[in-house]
Each structure stands twice: as C-alpha cells, then as structure tokens.
C-alpha cells in the first residue's frame, strides 16, 4: 500500500463520457478536498474531441458544481487541483494515442524523481475495451516501471459467459490479475460494506444466520427511471444483464458467504466465490420456474403520463428486451440448503429503493391466539439508497387492557447516527485501487461464475417467445407473473 504522498497518475478513457463527467471527477476532486487524495498526482484525460488543457479544466469545474458532494471552497483551493489535470485528444484504436501518453507520462514522471505508478480506467463504452487493453499491452504502458501499474475496466464485463471469458484472456496477456480492478460501484457503498461489518462483528447476528431461522431473502434493486437516453445499450443489454448479473448476485454473495479468515482481498474473495459454486444450477428447459421478465408499459409516477419502453428513444417498437427480472436461487450447501433468496430489479418502479430483506421463521407455536391477526415474522431490513439504515421489525402489545399485538421497527439510519454526507461509492473504489486494495473489486473468476449461473436463464429465454410485453405498467411493482412467482414459496413481495 503506498504511502500517504507517495506520487500516481491516472489515465481515463473516455473523458468526455457521462461516467467521467458524474461519477469520476466528482469523486476525485471529493477525495482532494478532503484530503484523501494521495499526492502528488497527476489525472490525464484522453477522448476524440480535441481540447486544449484550460477547455478541459474549465469543463471538469462545471461537472464538480453539479456533481461534486464537496463543492471547492475557493479558488486557491480548485486551482491547485486544476493544475494537475492534463487532456491528451486522440483515437483510442490508434497507435498513436499511446505513444503521446508515454511521452505525457514520461514529462510528468522526470519531475518526481522517475516514480511511476500508474491507474488506467477504462470509462469508454465496452466496445472499446480491446482496443485499449490491447494498445496499452502492445505499447508496453501495461507493464510495470519504477512503480505500480493497475487497470480498473467498468461493468459489464462481456455480454454472456464466452465474452467474459474472452475479455479476461485479453486482459490476462496484458496485466497480471493482481493488476486488474473490475468495478461494481455498488460495492463502495457505505450500506453494502456495512454488511460484513454487520454480520461479522456483531456476535448476536452469527447464530441466527442460516436456515434454522431465515425463512427467505428478498433482495431489490428498484429504479424509477426508465431508460433515459440510453435506449440503444439497454436494447443490447436488458435487465439481466445490466443489474442481476452482477450487482444482484455481489449483494447475494455478502450475505450467503461464510465468515473469512480476515479482511483482507483474498479470503473475503475466496468466500464470494464459494457462494456461487453453490448455486443450484438452472435448466434452460424449466426456466420459468425460477425466472420472470417484464417490460414496462405507459403509465404515472408521482402523478404525471411516462412512455412506455417501446416508446422511448433508440428502442425497437416491437422490443422483446427485459426491463425487469425476478430470480428464485437456492444456494445449496449447509448453512443455507431449501431458502429461497428471491431477487428483482426493474426500471419504472413506483420507488428508487435497493434494499435486503431477511424473513426469519415464525415462531413455532402461537400463544396469542386470541389477536386476530397473529404474529408476523421478523423482519430485518437493510436498505442500501437512498435513505441507508437498518431496521428490524418485531413485534410488541400495544397500550390497552387487552392483548393485541402489533409490528414495531427498530430503525437505525447512518444519517442521523454518524451525521454529514457518507462518501460516494466512486471515491471509496478509487481510493482502494490507488492503495492497491482490491477487496470490493470483483476477480476474473468470479465474474465468469456469475455468467455461467445465468447463462441457462438467457438461453432458456432466447428458445422460447417473450411474455406479451409491455406486461406491467410503469409506476407498478412489475408483472404478475412475479407476484405469483413469490406467493408459491410461501410468502409475498415486500413494499419497500
């Protein structure tokens, strides 16, 4: 791990991107305002349009006044930031962008002595991925000199399990895989790193944490949105894809995985990993008892007319893409054998929520038999956005001379507990990428296991006519095939 002002530069594609200008920046200049940025460092932009160094600092000002969580106290402050950032316009297929990166890197890296460490990020659309893999092994920029070299590669990482397979292979001629970061933001998010700490430091949680006492897990990822302008990867991409190949599946992974040795990359990877080995593997012939896709159609939220997903742009009007998944897995090994973790995700949601939700039995024999409405189960909920906490429902009597019982929830929220504005998930993962931390980045193995469990769900998708779509309707919780999905093991949807 690098010392506190121990020097780096790092190199994005794609720096004209929405990911740069929302996401990355932001997050930079958030680290550097709290003082968490390492120095000295040097951040290189590179993108087709030509710019010179001042239009590229004066667009990078604007992005951190929208974006920013810190905004710059004053213009001392952002100039000193502004200073090390350095555009270099060029063609990320062609040879030549790579070498005015070495001689750019070479500059700024005589000043410091010859230190160099070096942070790649690749913010470019996936499309682009070979090419800079490809360029930076051939150039040599792969390598390590003098220092640290890393790669950080967005999702998704490949379309299905041969393309993962074959962007691991490029990358692996490239970098070695302790060299190479692949990011989940959802990962750096303070609710979902709480999970470990939760479950794992808190002794009273450990013993109840298996199918002795959990009934089923709930796990959503809603969005309110629809597709926005990005019509045209959606129709590439869908659902599946885009949210429960790999944020759905991280979040299953933190609450199934065993307990590791330590807090260190390899062991908590090692216990990830052994939850999706354990997944019961899915038939492509029998893939409507574990799966159900919806596509949204016109409707309201929070009161006003929204198109329907055929009506939006850069979408087929007679698409078949999913816009809404609902999965039943089961993860086959000895803590958790016959509990369903049920998991869903879908635009045009009647609320922006991702949250985890543990049913726990209920109690074996009902003493309460004169209260009508029985005893509910436990339930205890974590949510992840957007108002990050914890809360466990429980039941007690309510005031009266008589016995009724009602739900109460014991509620911790992170914003009134520790106060302030919790770190954006980008700042986190770009810090530990920096210090070399690679603990909430997903392995090459990994994501290759995450392919291969929803592979069958694609292919059993792929040899059979999609649902009547649109099959739910926008600002609604989704189809009803996913309702009755859920009442068959038992229990139903919650309403977060």
Known sequence: ??????????????????????????????????????????IIATGRTEMS???????????????????????KVWDRFASALTYVSGDPTEDDLYRRLETTLGDIERQRDGRANRLFYCATPPSLYDDIIQHLGGSGLAREQRGWTRIIVE????????????????????????????????????????????RFANGILEPLWNRTHVAHVQLTVAETLGVETRGAYYEEAGALRDMAQNHLLQLLCLIAMEPPVTFDAGPV???????????????????????????????????????????????????????????????DNWRWAGVPFYLRTGKRLPSRVSEIAITFHRTPHMIFRRDPAGVASNVLVIRIQPDEGIALTVTAKTPGPEMKLAPVMLDFHYG???????????????????HGDPTLYARGDWVEQAWDILTPVMAGWAASPPPPFSNYDAGTWGPAEATNFIVEGGGGWRTP
């Open 53 to 75: 160094d001042e239009q590229f600092r004066t667009r990078v000002r604007d992005s951190v006044t929208e974006f920013a969580r810190i905004q710059p106290p004053s213009d």
């Open 155 to 198: 999702k998704p990482f490949g379309r299905d399990a041969t393309s993962a397979r074959e962007l691991n292979r490029l990358l692996a001629a490239a970098f070695r895989e302790e060299q190479i970061y692949r990011i989940d933001h959802y990962l750096g998010k303070e609710t979902v790193q709480n999970i470990l700490v939760f």
């Open 416 to 434: 009134e507990v520790f106060g302030g504005q919790p770190p954006e998930a980008y700042e986190r993962l770009l810090l530990d990428a920096i």
């Open 1 to 42: 791990m690098p010392s506190a002002d121990e020097p780096f530069a790092l190199i994005i594609f794609g720096a004209s991107g929405d990911l740069t200008r929302r996401k990355l920046i932001p997050a930079l200049w958030s680290l550097y305002a709290s003082r968490t940025l390492p120095e000295p460092f040097s």
């Open 269 to 331: 990877r090692d216990e990830k990993n052994k939850v999706l080995h354990a997944i019961r593997p899915i038939d492509p012939a029998r893939v409507d008892e574990v799966a159900v896709r919806g596509q949204y159609g016109p409707g309201f939220l929070n009161g006003r007319p929204v198109p329907g997903y055929r009506q939006e742009k850069g979408v087929s009007p007679a698409s078949a893409t999913e816009t809404y998944v609902a999965l039943k897995l089961f993860v």
